[in-house]
């Protein structure tokens, strides 16, 4: 029985997808923020997360809390979804075209 259960182990860790997921709830906060449409089998998400961090460095803004991702639709046809990635700021900033800046309500 030992044996099996392994095996049965072995196999949903196989299959668990490669990213961990959290929902929680989180505090009015002011945060950099870039919402796009993308296509959700890309690699996109990561590039955006990107963005925005590298914006709250350059400004000597990131506060020390983890970033947000925010989902404002489902997937459509084309497998595209409206995403907002979002990094928490110490400060209000200059928003710079493509990076906002705005207080995510809580």
């Known amino acids: 029985r030992v044996e099996a259960r392994l095996a049965q182990i072995g196999e949903a860790e196989s299959s668990a997808p490669h990213w961990d997921v959290i929902l929680r709830g989180v505090d009015a906060q002011l945060v950099a923020t870039i919402r796009q449409r993308v296509d959700v089998s890309t690699d ?55 990076v906002a800046v705005r207080m995510l309500a809580g």
Do not use: C, W
């Open 44 to 98: 996109t998400i990561s590039g955006l997360f990107d963005e925005v961090e590298r914006f709250a460095a350059r400004h000597r803004l990131r506060a020390p809390s983890p970033p947000l991702l925010l989902y404002h639709s489902y997937p459509d046809e084309k497998n595209e979804q409206e995403i907002e990635v979002m990094a928490p700021l110490l400060g209000p900033g200059p928003g710079d075209g493509r």
